[in-house]
Nanobody, 116 residues
Framework: VQLVESGGGFVHTGGSLRLSCAAS????????MGWYRQAPGNQRELVAT???????NYADSVKGRFTISRDNAKNTVYLQMNSLKPEDTAVYYC???????????WGQGTQVTVSS
């Protein structure tokens, strides 16, 4: 399984970015995809996840500002990030889990920088 992320960048406080992650390879139709982030000196943390049935889960810190969505036909997950804050600055990683078998796959990460 390969995960290719895109859409990171630099914005000012209050700005928006949209991340995309396309999965390829042996993709199971029943799965969960999501986004995690890691800031310097911090552990990697959950941002949001979405199952193939479109069940979503968000970190409290991003609720109301971020929206996760997916296109099952394209095996692609998106993260719309609005009202960005400096504390959202991190490397954002895409994650794929097949659910019906064990597996945990990660993208290479994309940098998001929010300047005050």
């Amino acid at each position: 399984v390969q995960l290719v992320e895109s859409g990171g960048g630099f914005v000012h406080t209050g700005g928006s970015l949209r991340l995309s992650c396309a999965a390829s390879g042996s993709i199971f139709s029943i799965n969960a995809m999501g986004w995690y982030r890691q800031a310097p000196g911090n552990q990697r943390e959950l941002v949001a996840t979405i199952t193939s049935g479109r069940r979503t889960n968000y970190a409290d810190s991003v609720k109301g500002r971020f929206t996760i969505s997916r296109d099952n036909a394209k095996n692609t997950v998106y993260l719309q990030m609005n009202s960005l804050k400096p504390e959202d600055t991190a490397v954002y990683y895409c994650n794929y889990q097949p659910l019906i078998i064990k597996g945990d796959y990660w993208g290479q990460g994309t940098q998001v920088t929010v300047s005050s």
